[in-house]
C-alpha cells in the first residue's frame, strides 16, 4: 500500500490518499478543502479512488468533498451517528468558516465492525466517537496503520467541547479502540505528525494506558 499525504487549509488538515500500488485502487480519507491540491494529487499518481471515507463530519474535514466526488465519482462513506453533523452546517461548524455552509446529505453509512475493501486492502471500521458522535478510525491490520481523524494526535486528544462531544467517551474510544491495537501501528491523525500507538499509551499526557 502507499499513501499520499496532501496538506489542506489554513488548520492544516491532512487528507490522505490511501491506495494499492499495483491495482492503483484507493480511497481518500477526509478531504477537507483546497479542492484542486486534492485532485492534482489524486491524478498525478493515477488513483482510481473507490470511496472518500470520513472520519467525521467537521467543515475542515468535508469542505472538499462534492468536488473530490463530483471529480472522481466515488461515493461517501461516514459512520451513521455522524448523519445529523454532515446534514446540518451550523452542527458542523462549516456555516461560520469562511462564509462556505457545507452540507453532504448522500453519503453510505457505515457502522462500528464493517469493513471497507478496495485494491487488496480492507480497511476496518472502529467506533471512535467523543470529538463527535460518530467519529470513526479505519484501521489496516496488514499494513499496521490506522487513521484516527481527530480522536487522537501526535502526544494530545480530539476537542470534546463541540457539539455531541463528550471527554468521557472519547477517553473510552482510545482506550477501547485505539489502544488495544498493536503497539508498532502508526497512526496517521487529521491535523500533525503521525505516532505509534503504543508511544502513546505511555507518553500521551491526556489518555494514557491504564
Known sequence: MKLEIVVVTVL?????????????????????????????AIDSLGVKVKGILLTHGHGDHIGAVEKVQAHTGASVFAHIDEKLLLENSKLNMSYYMDDNPIVVSDSKWLHDGDEYAFGGCTLKILHTPGHTPGGVSYYDDFEKVVFTGDTLFLGDVGRTDFEGGS??????SIREKLYTLPDDTTAYPGHGP?????????????????
Open 167 to 172: 471527554f468521557e467517551v472519547l477517553e473510552r
Open 12 to 40: 492544516s488538515e491532512n487528507v490522505y490518499i490511501y491506495y494499492d500500488e499495483y491495482t492503483k485502487e484507493g480511497v481518500v480519507i477526509d478531504p477537507g478543502g483546497n479542492s484542486e491540491k486534492i485532485i492534482k
Open 194 to 210: 503521525k505516532t505509534k500507538i503504543g508511544k502513546e499509551k505511555i507518553k500521551n499526557n491526556f489518555v494514557k494506558a491504564l
